[in-house]
């Protein structure tokens, strides 16, 4: 009789491979019929781990004819967060079945699938499918879905902590209730990487009721990372914020040419436009072995690189986070990261991509962008050595969400409240979900509520004899399928030359800026506008040197709470001489700068800074909480002191404090008596910076897209994003006039609160203020902590060239001094 066991393990020795002892621990809980997480780092065989007991388990039930091709329905569902990570895992698992001649089919379900592939599963469900949460909730979409799932074993959650923080780790919750509710035998496990709570996340992806078997697995292995970081010779007295990393393109290049292959991360789109461009200018031999790779750039163009890479016709992609989990690249030697990238789990997922296979080193090189950033270098050497990783809060009662969901369900089969009530009760995120608020949610669906029951439209639900909830107009349930998913961009605009193919796509706000004849720097070619039709522009290339590059809305990132809290421990080590960092050493006279000007603020003080220029009075405060929290904090300080004397400012912030300016006295001295950083209130007076609603509205936007208020459109015909905001801001304004406590009125608010001003994190520093001695300087001239954030307003008021001539002339003024 045949042993799985032993069919892999000869199959392991003809790879010359040998199984770690956590990939038998984790073997050992699969076949035992156990649920649960398991906790490894990137490249060290965790795909294995738990594919490999599927085809042991089905091998040792079927012993006679587990070499036999036959139609055995789908076994294992593998859902992956990205499509590009979906194409390797098909390919590794199909190569490892025909190895061992188990005639079973590898297939995927990701948008980028063919519709014939697609029908072709329709009739026969191969015995694995990888997909991805939105391509899930398609299926459970689709009439007869049950079907298709009733051979199902297993579902696996792969990379889980990239989705337990957002709505499409919501999203995959409400997925596995409803395929725990067709069977409740089915085994469930998740992947992840190192994360701050992993108990939150091993509950998130089992659910409340998870057997008492359940296991959490935590792979031995600790993951060699060298991080390198890239010093200036000169530091500039007076960093800001852009340029230095462009300073030291020189020093990267030798990093390129000793390197077999090396991806650059960039923050951002628009600084990975850039760094191509600057890289080819500085080295035109790159030519031809060099690309970009970005959210924003046509999917053919995307896969061809990835490809290149594969096969090593590429040396070096400039990236973003789109290659953050990316593809299982075997090639890649080192990693280099332009700027901080704000936290300590995505500098050690993009150090991962090198070295990415199990025993090897990864190597990251550390590229400041301005030269604080190295104290964030020191504390990023350290963390990693000490793997002192972020949480990811999973994402808890989004309305919208179930909304989607419950609709999604009504167009398949229909449902029955009270079952689906009791499956979605037992998910981490609807777990506090009341009854009032269910059947608000029902009522929602089934007339659109107190506000929009007079329109058709919004009536979507109907109840039959057998009280099952369906949806029977086939308009609304073919723009439902068309819009399942929680991720709501703004709206894009495809660039595409007038004559030949597609280049990617562009945020509208970006176009609307732009004149025809205007050239603009994308994918990497400098283009030129020629005309602008039905969300699309139409370009051609040109050779003229001064181009806008996209920027995004997305595009700035915050420092993590546990950055900040890094970054001040450092900071400290800094003034106290008390280190060995080679990056803190560097910054030293910038430091000793600061210090002799102003305070170098120890843990117990926080300092503000007061001063005077021909724009009128500044002050810079210094919360080291990072951009988020500061832009909340920014905005409830300015509150507070206007409600005490009629005045008007200026806002500005980094990640390491922010500033107010006004045209007259900023009465500070007063605020402080007054307790200005009192967390009393606090809800109150932000809601009282927020009395216009623009931020709520804001969000609101991308809420009633999810819960199905507005339709982006059908694909090729998208809405303009001015048409979706006016339509949502229509709902907005109906909602706030008529229906008050409307749930998801009540969620933009919250948003608002939770992820835009991040509440909780800002009380934690208010309270942290309120026992620290405030440090009051009044100072003649910028200090060097200061000068950042001065400038990061300016940048806003001019272009890149009138920027950089005005921080020149400031820089050598202050030096001067």
Not at 501 to 522: A, H, K, M
Not at 600 to 629: A, M, N
């Amino acid at each position: 009789m045949p042993n799985g066991i032993q069919i892999i393990d000869s199959w392991f020795a003809s790879k010359k491979w040998k199984p770690f002892g956590w990939q038998i621990r984790c073997r050992d809980a699969f076949l035992e019929n156990r649920s649960g997480l398991l906790n490894a780092p990137t490249g060290s065989g965790k795909t294995m781990a738990l594919f490999l007991p599927a085809v042991i388990r089905w091998i040792n039930q079927h012993p006679k004819d587990w070499q036999t091709k036959q139609k055995n329905g789908l076994q294992l569902l593998w859902v992956t967060p990205l499509r590009a990570l979906a194409k390797d895992i098909e390919k590794a698992m199909q190569q490892c079945v025909d190895e061992i001649g188990l005639p079973w089919d590898i297939q995927r379900r990701t948008g980028d699938v063919s519709s014939a592939i697609k029908q072709k599963q329709k009739k026969q469900m191969p015995e694995v499918l990888i997909i991805t949460p939105e391509s899930l909730h398609v299926l459970l979409a689709q009439k007869g879905y049950p079907a298709r799932f009733t051979h199902l074993q297993c579902v696996v959650v792969d990379e889980w902590h990239e989705l337990l923080g957002s709505k499409r780790g919501t999203q995959t919750e409400l997925a596995l209730s409803r395929l725990r509710g067709l069977n409740s035998e089915l085994q469930t496990w998740g992947i992840s990487a190192t994360i701050g709570n992993l108990d939150e996340a091993y509950e998130a992806i089992l659910g409340l009721d998870a057997p008492g078997s359940s296991v959490i697995i935590k792979s031995d292995i600790k993951k060699e990372i060298n991080v390198h970081s890239v010093l200036p010779d000169d530091v500039e007295k007076f960093p800001w914020s852009g340029h230095l990393g462009i300073n030291l393109l020189p020093k990267i290049l030798p990093i390129l040419d000793k390197s077999g292959s090396t991806l650059i991360f960039t923050n951002t789109r628009a600084q990975s436009e850039v760094w191509f461009q600057q890289l080819l200018e500085a080295k035109s031999e790159l030519a031809g072995t060099i690309a970009l790779h970005h959210g924003s750039l046509d999917r053919n163009i995307r896969n061809w690189v990835e490809e290149s890479l594969h096969s090593s016709l590429l040396k070096t992609v400039v990236c973003t986070s789109s290659l953050d989990l990316g593809v299982d690249f075997a090639p890649v030697d080192s990693v280099i990261q332009i700027g901080s990238p704000k936290g300590v789990a995505r500098f050690i997922q993009r150090a991962g991509r090198s070295g990415h296979q199990p025993g090897s080193a990864s190597t990251i090189w550390f590229v400041p962008t301005h030269a604080l950033e190295l104290i964030e270098a020191a504390a990023l050497k350290d963390a990693v050595k000490n793997e002192q990783v972020e949480s990811r809060a999973p994402v808890l009662k989004p309305y919208d969400v179930l909304i989607q969901y419950l609709v999604t369900l009504a167009v398949s089969d229909g449902f029955k409240p009270a079952v689906i009530f009791d499956e979605i009760k037992k998910t981490f995120a609807y777990q506090a979900l009341r009854e009032l608020e269910w059947n608000w949610i029902l009522e929602f669906i089934k007339s659109g509520g107190k506000s929009l029951t007079r329109y058709d439209d919004y009536s979507k639900v109907q109840i039959d004899e057998n009280g099952i909830w369906k949806v029977y107009d086939r308009k609304i349930a073919r723009r439902h399928r068309m819009s399942i998913g929680t991720i709501a961009s703004d709206s894009m605009l495809r660039v595409k030359y007038l004559k030949g193919g597609t280049l990617g796509r562009v945020e509208e706000w970006f176009v609307s800026q732009l004149n025809i004849g205007d050239t603009f720097w994308f994918a990497g070619r400098n283009l030129e506008l020629v005309k602008i039709k039905e969300m699309t522009a139409y370009v051609r290339k040109t050779t003229g040197k001064s181009s806008k590059v996209p920027s995004y809305m997305g595009g700035r990132m915050s420092l993590s709470s546990n950055m900040s809290g890094l970054l001040r421990e450092k900071l400290q080590l800094a003034i106290q001489n008390n280190h060995k960092s080679i990056e803190l050493e560097t910054i030293k006279p910038i430091l000793d700068i600061q210090k002799e000007r102003s305070t170098l603020p120890r843990t117990d003080q926080f300092l503000i800074e007061k001063s005077w220029s021909k724009e009128g009075c500044h002050l810079f405060f210094f919360p080291f909480e990072g951009r988020y929290v500061h832009e909340g904090m920014s905005a409830l300080v300015a509150h507070r002191i206007s409600k005490m004397v009629p005045i008007t400012f200026s806002i500005a912030m980094n990640d390491y404090g922010f500033e107010l300016l006004s045209d007259r006295d900023i009465p500070i001295e007063e605020a402080l008596q007054n307790d200005l950083f009192s967390s009393k209130y606090l809800v109150r007076d932000i809601m009282g910076i927020l009395n216009d609603a623009e931020l709520a509205k804001r969000r609101f936007r991308e809420i009633s897209q999810i819960a199905g208020l507005v339709f982006p459109g059908f694909p090729g015909n998208q809405k303009a994003g001015k048409h979706l905001q006016m339509s949502s801001g229509l709902f907005f304004d109906v909602f706030t006039e008529h229906e008050p406590d409307h749930l998801l009125l009540q969620q933009a608010y919250d948003e608002v609160l939770q992820i835009q001003l991040d509440e909780a994190r800002m009380r934690q520093a208010l309270a942290r203020i309120q026992i620290q001695e405030i440090v009051l300087n009044k100072i003649d001239r910028f200090s060097p902590f200061a000068f950042p954030i001065y400038v990061d307003r300016l940048r806003e008021l001019m272009s890149s060239e009138k920027l950089i001539d005005r921080v020149m002339k400031i820089q050598k003024q202050l030096e001067k001094e």
